[in-house]
Structure formats: structure tokens, C-alpha cells
Nanobody, 125 residues
Framework: QVQLVESGGGLVQAGASLRLSCAAS????????MGWFRQAPGKEREFVAA????????RYADSVKGRFTISRDNAKNTVYLQMNSLKPEDTAVYYC??????????????????WGQGTQVTVSS
């Protein structure tokens, strides 16, 4: 059974940092692009960051560029999202996803084949 499991979310104050992890099991995702998305209450799920299977290709939403960093450890079948200088508007459920059809990260939800259950990030002002 293929699973993506996110962890590392929590409640922090504005300006703090968090590191999210996404551990994959059931198969290797070393040849899949991986992405992070988020969904705030009442809003659609939106792209945050993506990384190609080789780890050298990354892309970010403008709203997080310069603050968030996506990385991956294929030996551990794990993807990370380092989030610095968090803002209240970053509050959302964060999801990781795997895209089997691209070697680079894409930005649309329907491009992704597997999804985790999400982890809550809450940033207080």
C-alpha cells in the first residue's frame, strides 16, 4: 500500500520556523517529482513548492519564495519543507504529493498521483 505521511506541523508564533517531513512507503519515489501544497479554511488547495526527482530542480510559490526550502532524501524516501519566517497567512493544512509523470516539480494539483493526509500548521500573530 502506497502511503505518504506528513509530520512536523504545529502551532508557532509569527517569525518562527518549522520543518515538515513527508515519509513515503509502499514503493520508492526516487523517480517521482514531489510537491507540497496547502489549504486554508474556505480556500482552495494551493501550490507551495516542488522538487524534481534529482533534487536539483525546485520551484516555489511567490508567497513563500525566500522563506521556504524544499529538499529530498531519496535514500530515506522522504521530502522536507523547511519553513522560516512564518506568517499568520501561512496557516493551513499542508499536504505532500507525488507526481509519477514528471521529472521536475509541477504546480497543479491534478498533476499529482499520490497525496498524504496533511499536517496542520498554525501561525499566531
Amino acid at each position: 500500500q502506497v502511503q505518504l505521511v506528513e509530520s512536523g506541523g504545529g502551532l508557532v508564533q509569527a517569525g518562527a520556523s518549522l520543518r515538515l517531513s513527508c515519509a513515503a512507503s509502499g514503493r520508492t519515489f526516487s523517480r517521482s517529482a514531489m510537491g507540497w501544497f496547502r489549504q486554508a479554511p474556505g480556500k482552495e488547495r494551493e501550490f507551495v513548492a516542488a522538487i524534481g526527482w534529482g533534487g536539483r530542480s525546485t520551484r516555489y510559490a511567490d508567497s513563500v519564495k525566500g522563506r521556504f526550502t524544499i529538499s529530498r532524501d531519496n535514500a530515506k524516501n522522504t521530502v522536507y519543507l523547511q519553513m522560516n519566517s512564518l506568517k499568520p497567512e501561512d496557516t493551513a493544512v499542508y499536504y505532500c504529493a507525488a507526481d509519477d509523470s514528471s521529472s521536475v516539480g509541477r504546480t497543479l494539483t491534478y498533476d499529482y498521483d499520490y497525496w498524504g493526509q496533511g499536517t496542520q500548521v498554525t501561525v499566531s500573530s
